[in-house]
Nanobody, 114 residues
Framework: QVQLVESGGGLVQAGGSLRLSCAAS????????IGWYRQAPGKERELVARITSGGTINYADSVKGRFTISRDNGNHMVYLQMNSLKPEDTGIYYC????????WGQGTQVTVSS
């Protein structure tokens, strides 16, 4: 079992930046994938970015070139650097991990104003 806690959300103007952090309760090395999902109002939860245990990184097409995911195994942390934010990036951002079992954080709100 692993607990995931997100932080770093907030209100930002379009074109601005935010950095989300996800703190895991134990080592994330054993997770075969870890990353970020988001859910906009009235929409389904969607993948934003993830890293596999093999180091493969995937991004949603809508965030490529603007968002960067990274991990710090020593400190059990995963980050999402979000630049050039757009109003359509607004939503609740969830940290996600899996070792065959899914783990979710409670989410952090990101609001981008136009």
């Amino acid at each position: 079992q692993v607990q995931l806690v997100e932080s770093g959300g907030g209100l930002v103007q379009a074109g601005g930046s935010l950095r989300l952090s996800c703190a895991a309760s134990r080592t994330i090395v054993s997770l075969n994938r870890i990353g970020w999902y988001r859910q906009a109002p009235g929409k389904e939860r969607e993948l934003v970015a993830r890293i596999t245990s093999g180091g493969t990184i995937n991004y949603a097409d809508s965030v490529k070139g603007r968002f960067t995911i990274s991990r710090d195994n020593g400190n059990h942390m995963v980050y999402l650097q979000m630049n050039s934010l757009k109003p359509e990036d607004t939503g609740i951002y969830y940290c996600y991990g899996s070792d065959g079992r899914p783990y979710w954080g409670q989410g952090t709100q990101v609001t981008v104003s136009s």
